[in-house]
């Protein structure tokens, strides 16, 4: 008992109870302070306060809007240690967010970076589009705007298979998967090619949720369409090539060569009409066909 009273007395043993004692008195107080600060009107987030990428052309105006709104930050602080994770949670399950790069906060609000979903457009009958990725699957949220549209590229099928549809879901036509993998590899060069649209030709070799086709299946080849109207010859699926045909790698670098070299496909200076002309991919050089016709001169990119 000796010895115990004689470590208490200890000056050192003393600072450290005491110091421990305010550290955990100083902790409760706080705690209760944080939580009354969060509860403050004052600290929550105001819509003013929240400031996120502009929605691209593709999707409507009020998109931003009901973004925002879906995000449910009306009555959450600006001091909730959750509110930033939770706001990330949230912005990678909306169906057209393709990436979060990152969520800031601060006493003047929250900032958030992203990177918009960029979808392909599948033609249909009447008119119609629909929007899938680029893995095939079937969009949920099919608000786009019209005019903005324009911008992404198009898929159009010969004969298409278009049921079943399910949001989230592959698309019910195999070539439609397919056309979606190859448009993947095109999208950073759309803009510089001046590409348009991706047109499948040939039988599909098995329909989702189908029977055997009957007779012979026609070889599916892919066609690439510009802003212009015009048609590049590609070929077969990437992997599918057949004997003397490049491989997709080997298209795409022609690909950029052309462009580097002449700009998008619909300036160069020896097409010998302003539409309807034709190149060929599948050498694996980008070569200008004379008097070709077009695998799909009916159909009309420019809604």
């Keep these: 008992m ?4 004689k470590y208490i007395a200890n000056p050192l043993v003393l600072i450290l109870v005491i110091t421990a ?13 944080r939580q009354a600060l969060q509860n403050d009107p004052a600290f929550h987030v105001r819509p003013d306060q929240v400031r996120i990428t502009d929605a691209p052309a593709w999707l409507p105006p009020q998109s931003q809007d009901q973004l925002l709104a879906d995000l449910a930050l009306a009555d959450r602080s600006l001091l909730d240690p959750d509110l930033v994770p939770t706001t990330v949670a949230a912005l990678q399950q909306h169906p057209w967010v393709e990436e979060v790069v990152s969520v800031r906060k601060s006493l003047g609000g929250l900032q958030a970076e992203i990177r918009y979903r960029r979808p392909l457009l599948v033609e249909l009958p009447d008119r119609q589009v629909m929007a ?3 893995s095939g699957l079937v969009l949920a949220d099919q608000g786009l705007d019209r005019q903005g549209a324009r911008q992404l590229l198009r898929i159009a099928v010969q004969d298409l298979v278009q ?7 592959p698309w019910p036509d195999q070539r439609v998967l397919w056309a979606a993998e190859l448009a993947a590899a095109l999208h950073p060069r759309q803009a510089s090619a001046g590409l348009a649209g991706i047109y499948a030709r040939g039988s599909s070799p098995a329909p989702i949720a189908a029977g055997p086709v009957a007779g012979p299946i026609a070889p599916v080849e892919f066609f690439l369409w510009t802003t212009g109207r015009n048609e590049i010859i590609w070929g077969a699926r990437p992997g599918e090539e057949v004997a003397g045909e490049a491989t997709a790698a080997a298209k795409l670098q022609a690909l950029d060569r052309f462009v580097q070299e002449h700009g998008s496909l619909d300036r160069y200076p020896q097409l010998p009409q302003a539409r309807g002309n034709v190149f060929d991919l599948r050498t694996g050089q980008v070569v200008l066909l004379q008097q070709a016709q077009q695998a799909a001169h009916s159909v009309d990119w420019l809604r």
């Design 132 to 134: 899938i990725n680029t």
């Design 163 to 169: 049921q079943p549809l399910q949001a989230g879901a």
């Design 21 to 33: 004692g305010g550290l955990m008195l100083a902790g409760k107080f706080w705690s209760q302070y």
């Design 2 to 5: 000796g010895q115990l009273s």
